[in-house]
């Protein structure tokens, strides 16, 4: 796929973003903002299951280190939030090291499973060390004055979240990003042609981590606390449904299914005390009848319209090629 | 000392409602190779309708065996229809569709369940007969805790029976050790696969039923019970009944000397624990490599 055709939705997206708090008011600001943040966090993750096959299940983990990075330092030392939010992606990208160092070594399902214990051994430190962490009761986080608005807060996180998606998206078209993608593909077939896999893996694992932590370190501003929830296993959850939702195969997949959960949670919540019967229905109708995601089916859909005058490929093929795309996880 | 042996034994009976739990899960993912975090939603309904039962029957011990009766089947019908209705029709596709799949069902199950029940702690009483406690070297020790070891080891030996000597036990092992080979000999792969999820769903709402008169049933104990029964699967080793028991009785003993030691970091012994065994024995104690 040419890089046009992957830049330009995000290009229209960031001007979209930028024109917002001009024609919306504050509290659809204030949605956006959780969307670009959980955008993010999403974003980062498919880097993992979408660009080298990975499926984590603890990327809450990063998330929650990100939110608590910028919390400890303010509260216990009085750094400011923005120093704050740099420090995070080294701490969360230094975690990623030590875990994912482990969890490479294994594959599949059990590379699920170890990615969550490891989780969740952080989430039971941070939950019960009420003396450093504050536990159940979470750490207060206070933005300066200037970052107080909710409009220029907004603006700051549209920044920071655009450069990251950036760099996700140079990473994606980098030889570094063609090598996941291979790896992904026949991870033997890459050994053999001398690629180290592990080593690959484990960059992309701490990468993926660090921008979590970035998301995290935006979150727990937003909402001036960081709560150990933010690493608990279900928030590991979100970013798979949501890549699932919007698309694992394509690059703004993630960025729909942050879109349509935050939209789905806002609507939801403000009409019923269900939301996460709402969520599961959505979920179980996309695994059923569109396992191509939003972003995926559309394209799909797309192509064979523009495809049918000439119809270049027997619909046989084209049959076969779809089943093994929504094959692959 | 005595202190000691009390609260392993206590952790023992802990291990065995999570063997039950646990041993259903093993089996469901031997057997159809989905990692299914609906065991945990199964185990919490059926926690939930033990409660309704026993306040219908008036609490006492028919009221408890009643439920015993009826949870388990409640939830193993549930099983048997998300298996046939909507597991069934994703099967050729990858795995990691089935495991979102359950991941669905339990969201729509802890909500059925407020909506059902409400969001209230709700509790169940034991039976009179088992109300009191028996002596160890003069400690008390509650004689429910020991009911709960014994019905483990039933259960342990059954499924052993079951798995041996029975047709559907034999077909099931040799499902867990190679699942081609078996379609390809002419299994009626699709009535092996109700039939093992049916069973899974049977024991975690067997598991649910036990450990309803424990503590107190709320919203969320499904999160908890699937984390620890996978942690139990994987110490053990997939598709292994055996492998399930000694993961479950090292973690609820574990669990147990940790809330001694160090109550607050009681959890964080359970992981440093599976992290272990996944890094130098990935396949588990008693599981076989792939």
């Known amino acids: 796929m040419g890089w046009r055709r992957e830049a330009a939705p995000l290009l229209v997206l960031l001007a979209t973003m930028a024109a917002l708090p001009f024609l919306v008011g504050e509290s659809d600001v204030y949605l956006a903002n959780d969307f670009l943040i959980t955008a993010l966090f999403a974003m980062s993750f498919n880097l993992l299951l979408g660009q080298a096959g990975m499926l984590s299940f603890g990327h809450a983990a990063f998330y929650g280190l990100g939110a608590y990075t910028v919390a400890l330092l303010y509260s216990k030392l009085g750094v400011p939030i923005v120093p704050g939010i740099l420090a995070a992606p080294l701490v969360a990208g230094v975690m990623a090291l030590a875990i994912g160092f482990f969890v490479v070594r294994l594959e599949g399902m059990y590379f699920a499973m170890l990615s969550l214990s490891f989780a969740q051994l952080i989430f039971s430190v941070v939950s019960s060390w009420y003396s450093f962490t504050g536990g159940d009761n979470g750490l207060p986080v206070s933005p300066p004055d200037w970052l107080l608005p909710t409009n220029a807060y907004y603006y700051f996180t549209l920044a920071v979240v655009s450069v990251c998606i950036g760099l996700l998206f140079l990473v994606r078209r980098s030889t570094f990003g063609a090598a996941l993608a291979a790896i992904r593909e026949n991870p033997q077939r890459a050994a053999y042609l001398g690629l180290n896999v592990r080593v690959y893996q484990l960059a992309a694992f701490v990468l993926a981590g660090a921008l979590a932590g970035v998301a995290g370190s935006l979150r727990s501003p937003l909402q001036q606390m960081a709560f150990p929830s933010l690493l608990y296993w279900t928030q590991s959850a979100d970013p798979v449904l949501m890549t699932l939702a919007g698309g694992v195969g394509a690059f703004i997949g993630p960025i729909v299914g942050a879109a349509l959960f935050v939209l789905l949670t806002f609507v939801v919540t403000s009409h019923t005390d269900y939301p996460l019967f709402a969520f599961g229905a959505v979920v179980l109708v996309l695994v059923l009848f569109l396992p191509k995601g939003i972003v995926g089916t559309v394209e799909g859909w797309w192509d064979r319209r523009r495809a049918k005058p000439a119809p270049a490929t027997p619909p046989q093929a084209a049959h076969a090629a779809a089943q093994q795309e929504g094959s692959r996880p | ?290």
């Open chain 2, 1 to 290: 000392m005595t202190d000691v042996l009390i609260q392993i034994l206590s952790g023992v009976s802990r291990g065995m409602v999570l063997f039950i739990v646990a041993s259903g899960l093993t089996l469901i993912f031997g057997v159809l190779r989905v990692a299914n975090f609906a065991h945990g939603s199964f185990y919490m309904v059926a926690a939930f309708v033990t409660y309704t039962v026993t306040r219908m029957a008036g609490g006492g011990m028919p009221g408890f065996l009643a439920s015993l009766v009826i949870a388990p089947l409640c939830v193993a019908a549930l099983g048997a229809a998300i298996e046939m209705l909507l597991l069934r029709r994703i099967q050729h596709r990858d795995h990691f569709y089935q495991l979102i799949l359950t991941f669905a069902i339990t969201l729509i199950v802890a909500d059925g369940v407020k909506m059902i029940w409400g969001r209230d702690y709700r509790s169940v009483p034991r039976p009179q007969l088992l109300e009191g406690s028996i002596s160890i070297f003069g400690s008390p020790f509650p004689s429910y805790y020991v009911l709960l070891i014994v019905i483990g080891l039933v259960i342990a030996l059954a499924l052993r029976l079951m798995l041996e000597r029975t047709r559907f036990g034999k077909t099931l092992r040799a499902a867990v050790a190679d699942g081609e080979m078996v379609g390809a000999l002419g299994v009626n792969v699709p009535l092996l696969y109700t039939g093992v999820f049916t069973l899974g769903a049977w024991l975690a709402g067997l598991g649910g039923a036990l450990a309803a008169p424990v503590g107190s049933i709320a919203i969320g104990i499904d999160n908890s019970i699937i984390i620890e029964s996978f942690a139990v699967v994987i110490i053990g080793g997939v598709g292994s009944v055996s492998g399930a028991l000694v993961g479950a009785l090292v973690i609820g003993v574990l669990q147990a000397i940790g809330i001694m030691v160090a109550p607050r970091l009681a959890i964080a012994f359970i992981f440093i624990a599976l992290c272990a065994v996944l890094l130098l024995r990935p396949q588990g104690l008693l599981g076989r490599r792939a």
